[in-house]
């Protein structure tokens, strides 16, 4: 009975010291033995560059697209514009005939400053050459607004 006294008085001793175990080893940041996984740091500076490489690229290139629809709304809002003020001018000029939609006709300016909206093309005059100053070939659309087909580049529309 003697060594059964012996034995439960006898502390048990871990052979491994206690500063290198944890009693939780899944909260460890390291494999704890050697079969963990491989389990190693990322360089976090590198991780953002490269994210942030990735981001400027992506909005870059939808800054450009932007940019581009942009100029192509700007340039339809200048053709808007230049078609208005045309037609402001074809509706202040003579015209003795309805001008039908989706048919072409020519603005002449005359010497007294005064518009005529004509059948007849700039080069269709003949040998009783008048003396207007072409203006523009235009086409009426659907919405009574001129679309302008060819015109003086010498000619300022200001309204």
């Known amino acids: 009975m003697k060594k059964e006294e012996n034995k439960q008085t006898e502390k ?4 491994i010291d206690p500063d290198k175990i944890t009693e939780n080893p899944h909260s460890l940041e390291y494999g704890h033995h050697s079969g963990s996984a491989l389990i190693k740091p990322e360089d976090q500076g590198k ?3 490269r994210a942030l490489s990735a981001m400027d690229h ?3 290139m939808q800054l450009g697209q932007i940019y581009e629809q942009m100029q192509l709304l ?13 037609s402001e001018f074809i509706y202040t000029a ?4 309805e001008p039908f939609i989706n048919h ?10 005064t518009f005529l ?13 008048h003396v207007f100053e072409f203006v523009a070939t235009v086409k009426l659309l659907a919405d009574h607004t001129w679309d302008v087909l060819d015109k003086n ?7």
Do not use: C, M
């Open 12 to 15: 048990f001793v871990n052979p």
């Open 94 to 97: 003579e015209s003795r005939f």
């Open 104 to 113: 072409t006709y020519h603005l002449y300016n005359r010497e007294n400053g």
């Open 47 to 49: 991780l953002k560059g």
């Open 117 to 129: 909206l004509s059948l007849i093309g700039p080069n269709q005059w003949g040998k009783t050459k």
């Open 74 to 86: 700007a340039s339809q809002a200048q053709r808007l514009n230049e078609r208005k003020k045309i």
């Open 153 to 159: 580049e010498d000619f300022e529309f200001s309204v």
């Open 58 to 60: 992506q909005t870059d």
